[in-house]
């Protein structure tokens, strides 16, 4: 069964960068598209970025041209760095499992994906 394990969250001053980390155990991501979403606090889980399995990306267009996602299937690991940070970033983060190879043509949504990490909480104020 795959785990995913989100890190890399903390509290950061505004147009600051973070880089979030999700790394994989139970299967190998390169066979498979992963995503990135987000939940703010009384607000439904959105999706940020996806990755397919052939390097190709994803965004939301509240954060496309800030953030970017990757991979490095060596380590069984995906990454977002996250740029020029604003407090309308601020929420829990999760990286989730898609069984598919490829992204639905856009971050997607929950339903989307089949296995969830724990989050990472990101906070972007001064």
């Known amino acids: 069964q795959v785990q995913l394990v989100e890190s890399g969250g903390d509290l950061v001053q505004p147009g600051g960068s973070l880089r979030l980390s999700c790394v994989a155990s139970g299967y190998r991501l390169e066979y498979y598209s992963i995503g990135w979403f987000r939940q703010a606090p009384g607000k439904e889980r959105e999706g940020v970025s996806c990755?397919?399995?052939?390097?190709?990306?994803y965004y939301s267009d509240s954060v496309k041209g800030r953030f970017t996602i990757s991979r490095d299937n060596a380590k069984n690991t995906a990454y977002l760095q996250m740029n020029s940070l604003q407090p309308e970033d601020t929420a829990v983060y999760y990286c989730?499992?898609?069984?598919?190879?490829?992204?639905?043509?856009?971050?997607?949504?929950?339903?989307?994906?089949?296995?969830w990490g724990q989050g990472t909480e990101v906070t972007v104020s001064s």
């Open positions: 990755i397919s399995s052939d390097g190709s990306t």
């Open positions: 989730a499992l898609r069984g598919w190879d490829y992204c639905p043509g856009s971050p997607g949504r929950p339903a989307d994906y089949g296995s």
